[in-house]
């Protein structure tokens, strides 16, 4: 159930086949018998059988697996999926969702809480575990890391003690018999299920899961904070709206409020907001931070960011917000209007530092070296581009939010190349029961 950032739905061609393809029968590859070595980045485990690496699902640490191997990458590593545990390990539970769990055969295993059968302390250890082997293979950084849970002040109803209860947005794939449900594990089979615990109280209540939807393509659910939960049929064709007539939903972070179109993009868990909101500003350093600046918002959404920014340092902020969606631009020009400095620009974020770069007068150089930017990428992180174009204007200090820990490393070992340190970093458990976690790293340039 976990889902890519800002990633764009796909498109279907008028009249293709709308029935997906299972995945093969769980018959194809050999059985064997496995020693859980190690987590690799992705939700699997690292195990060997004679002398290649095998990545295997649905295991833990420590633990003896028979395992079916389905992918076999020549001599380079294979692919595997638990099928029984021989010795478990103390850190195994009982699945979450009884519906994703070892007990079912793999091709009917829902997707989306691969974690789910850890204990949810050993889960933040794993993820830590990532994280930090991550930096230190690709940003040349040797650091102790945390994963903290939310704070339960910033999440009402979720349940802190098995890690469900927190998805304020669902999507419920459509087979081509009509019938809906998600997709298996590493597969785009839809598989039926009887529930969806990681989702919010009032999603498990609205999900239709023994109706059938013919001819659409999905079944979205959206439970914002404020107003009521919504399930919207989503078909092939991309529904055509004037702009001003998209639906928009609300959601409230502390005492502000955001608007933003119901299918834009905001984070699911019912607390991240708030935490990222109160990591950012935490991680800010007030003595490097200028409120006169050419301070950046980059992939800023709908403002979420450069308000914790705005709500922190006053209303004397002057700040640009970035994001190449418009649509989320003009509700961030929108939802910064509390200050005079703050403005949205829609535009792709390495297309704007490089024009920045090239049109910025002494002056405004000045003011960009002054600068703090707050930086939101998507899963692939910020990237070379980006890295160079924002080295060439030399902020003090970048606060950098991530969702996926190799692309985070790899990006602070280019800055760290670049004239730039790693000052502090926090982690936050903000997908539970999935691999997905979130970090926010501040780096300050060199003098």
């Not at 076999?72 to 390990?89: C, G, I, M, P």
């Amino acid at each position: 159930m976990a889902e890519p950032r800002r990633s764009r739905r796909s498109r279907r061609p008028a009249g293709a086949d709308r029935a997906r393809t299972p995945r093969p029968p769980d018959v194809d590859g050999p059985v064997i018998e496995l020693e859980v070595e190690r987590v690799a980045h992705g939700g699997v485990f690292v195990a060997h059988h004679e002398g290649r690496v095998v990545f295997v699902a649905d295991a833990v640490p420590g633990e003896l697996v028979a395992a079916r191997v389905t992918d076999r990458h020549r001599d380079r590593f294979w692919r595997a999926e638990t099928v029984e545990v021989l010795r478990a390990s103390a850190d195994r539970r009982a699945h979450v969702w009884a519906e994703a769990s070892v007990d079912r055969a793999p091709s009917l295993r829902a997707g989306g809480a691969e974690f789910g059968h850890i204990a949810l302390a050993r889960q933040r250890e794993l993820k830590a575990e990532v994280l930090r082997d991550a930096l230190a293979r690709m940003g040349g950084v040797d650091r102790d890391i945390r994963v903290l849970p939310i704070d339960p002040a910033l999440a009402p109803g979720v349940s802190t003690e098995d890690g469900t209860g927190w998805r304020t947005r669902v999507r419920l794939q459509v087979a081509g018999d009509g019938s809906v449900g998600p997709y298996a594990a590493r597969s785009h089979a839809v598989v039926p299920v009887a529930s969806v615990p990681l989702a919010v109280a009032e999603l498990a209540r609205l999900a239709p899961l023994g109706e059938r939807f013919p001819g659409a393509r999905a079944v979205d659910l959206v439970a914002p904070s404020v107003g009521d939960a919504a399930l919207v049929v989503v078909g092939w064709e991309r529904e055509r709206m004037p702009r001003g007539a998209r639906p928009t939903i609300e959601e409230q972070v502390g005492d502000r409020r955001f608007r933003l179109d119901r299918d834009g993009f905001w984070q699911v868990h019912r607390g991240a907001a708030a935490t990222l909101t109160r990591a950012v500003q935490e991680l800010v350093d007030p003595g490097l931070f200028d409120p006169r600046a050419a301070n950046l918002d980059l992939y800023g959404g709908v403002g979420l960011l450069a308000a914790a920014v705005g709500d922190r340092f006053g209303d004397t902020l002057r700040i640009t917000t970035v994001e190449a969606d418009a649509r989320a631009t003009e509700h961030a020009g929108a939802n910064l209007a509390d200050w005079v400095g703050a403005r949205a620009v829609t535009g792709r974020v390495d297309r704007f530092l490089g024009e920045l770069a090239a049109s910025a007068g002494p002056g405004e150089r000045a003011r960009l070296r002054d600068a703090t930017v707050v930086l939101d990428p998507p899963r692939s992180g910020a990237g070379r581009a980006v890295v160079e174009r924002l080295v060439e204007l030399r902020p003090r200090q970048l606060v950098y939010v991530a969702c996926d820990p190799v692309a985070l490393a790899r990006d602070v070992g280019l800055l760290r190349e670049r004239g730039y340190e790693l000052a502090d970093l926090a982690a936050f458990d903000l997908f539970p029961n999935t691999h997905h976690f979130e970090a926010v790293a501040r780096l300050t340039a060199i003098v």
